[in-house]
């Protein structure tokens, strides 16, 4: 399969596929029999560069990586925005890495729909359009054609999506719960050891963990959106992150978290979704007790974790990174191969 | 695709793997356009029963679940041994779950061998033979052109080899390191709890989680063989059981493991295997300490994990169940399924 590619977005996820493109020319054509080449880059920030003979990608991740813009690259068209790129570069694949706003899915969302009512495939690492129009998405999709891929949206590259593509297929899931928020699983670990949420924060802020506004973090907003995701594509609810039962942790005290592990446990921030008896699907977020034979209660740090419930195989837990240039950049490259291998 | 099974062998993971087969006969045609029929059945005690119309599993798991045997089901012929069966069914896919034998791999190796030169699929959970045989028996695959898959091998159910198949195609491995015996582990486990080696191991014989001769697991002889597996299968090695480092946990005493405790951690049995930067391929078993933050120190019970070290994605962990009929019946049905979308 030939993929012509367009970046739209050339931030720090794009850069890591980038990367992993570049790496991994070779393997991936002799694997799986896999051309790529990118016919556009847009990035609001970095400029925009078209050119339907390719774009020079390794230069590209250069110029960004030292705060240079692209539009010095040589190519057919330059200055177009995200939607004349997706519109006018002829890509078959679209990946949609700008920001994440879960208010309306803007601009991705724009970005996607546009892509797939054109039949293109989309890969995307962008919470905010799959948690709130994840319906309409894969409508679209179905009906024009072109793939939907959001393996990064949840757990960046650790397996969520394409585990139940592939080896988990065979099973069905019951429920799930697990950490999907690395920052506010960083605080409470740090807490652990004795320290004070306002501490904690504000360090995780000085090293970039958290954001100055931590509010979507810390109330779990971001845990919400990947918990609608969740309850959206495993058990075909059409629940907004507005609508998820959601409890953060800026009101845990140190008290709690000691009282936690003096009782031989660990509070942590869990995303849960499941389907109850009657067909209702239930997603919520909030501070839980875990005892420490659960395999999430030593998820420590920013890493992050999933428990899957399911009919054939009991509880299945997978354990990763949720964040990091290369480790998103990979959920994009897993999602590349599993277009390639739908199609094949 | 339309796979005529034979079952070699029709024990606790056959009938586990029936189960699965007669729940999800209709999700299996309709998800991956999978239709089959159990042409034969041969086990060493229940007996055997070959129909090229097809046999009633049903009523196979039934008989064998009460301890009969399977003589009495209707079939154009009875008695025939396994080469016989493998042989003479018509079988397109080879089902081995006899017992296992790390020492030869027989009698699984012949079974497993006499189907690929047949140019058959084969199943198998069965790890004497993939630890001591993995070389030659994918050579004849390769030359043949029937699939072999083992998922089971090493987790049960819980994926391994088919993660990096599906998911994780796109990562390469750099080492791995697990827990791969759930009855070390439980050993392990409630030692932890303040009871001694031989207490808790006496308990585990009565519940039926060690053998009335423990060698295999407790000196780390199963460990070893799945050790071998994995180096053999990531690495492109070709060590055998024998040739893992190993130390098992029958010398490990209460205080060793209160003392664990003690400093934040865990000693666990790990399997380990590793290429060298040489290119040396190492394979090991032995007990280790691990800090309380890896997510395999917490670990509990029969509970089977492995962590892979990748170059994309960082670290990633699987845990899951590491025996049982349903799961490791489970491992087959995801190996059907793959070796379905290997063809498609």
Same mark, same amino acid.
């Given at each position: ?9 050339? %931030? ?16 991936? $054509?002799?694997?799986?029999?896999? &051309? ?15 050119? @339907?003979? %390719?774009? &020079?990608? =390794? ?21 177009? &925005? ?28 724009? +970005? ?8 293109? +495939? ?66 409470? @670990? ?12 504000? /360090?995780?802020?000085?090293?970039? !963990? ?11 907003? &971001? ?9 959206? +594509? ?12 959601? $409890? ?19 509070? $942590?921030?869990? =995303? ?19 005892? /420490? ?36 950049? !990979? ?14």
């Amino acid at each position: 399969m030939r993929f012509e590619i367009a970046f739209i977005g050339f %931030g720090t996820v794009g850069r890591g596929f980038a990367d992993l493109l570049l790496e991994k020319r070779e393997y991936l $054509k002799k694997a799986f029999g896999i &051309d790529w080449k990118v016919v556009a880059i847009s990035d609001i920030r970095a400029g925009s560069v078209m050119d @339907s003979n %390719g774009v &020079d990608l =390794a230069e590209a991740v250069r110029l960004t990586d030292s705060g240079k813009g692209i539009e010095g690259i040589p190519g057919e068209r330059k200055g177009l &925005d995200a939607l004349e790129t997706i519109r006018e570069s002829g890509a078959n694949l679209v990946v949609e890495v700008t920001w994440t706003n879960i208010k309306d899915g803007e601009p991705g969302y724009s +970005h996607i729909k546009t892509a797939l009512e054109m039949g293109k +495939h989309v890969a995307t690492t962008n919470k905010g359009p799959i948690a709130l129009h994840y319906k309409e998405l894969m409508r679209i999709s179905s009906e024009k054609g072109g793939k939907l891929r959001f393996e990064g949206a949840v757990l960046s590259g650790t397996p969520v999506f394409n585990l139940f593509e592939g080896p988990l297929a065979g099973c069905s899931v019951a429920s799930i719960r697990g950490i999907v928020n690395g920052t506010t699983n960083l605080i409470l @670990s740090e807490m652990g050891k004795g320290r004070t949420y306002s501490e904690v924060l504000r /360090e995780a802020q000085r090293m970039g !963990y958290a954001e100055a506004d931590p509010t979507m973090d810390v109330e779990g907003w &971001d845990a919400a959106a990947k918990a609608a995701i969740l309850a959206n +594509h495993f058990f075909g609810a059409d629940i907004k992150p507005s609508a998820v039962a959601r $409890k953060g942790i800026s009101g845990i005290t140190l008290e709690e978290v000691m009282d936690a592990i003096k009782k031989g446990g660990r509070i $942590k921030l869990l =995303a849960r979704a499941w389907k109850e008896d009657r067909g209702d699907v239930v997603a919520e977020v909030s501070p839980t007790w875990l005892p /420490e034979s659960d395999p999430l209660a030593s998820i420590g740090g920013v890493t992050n974790a999933l428990t899957f419930s399911t009919d054939a195989l009991g509880e299945v837990t997978i354990v990763g990174l949720g964040a990091g240039r290369r480790a998103t950049g !990979y959920a994009l490259l897993a999602d590349m191969i599993s277009i390639a291998r739908s199609l094949a």
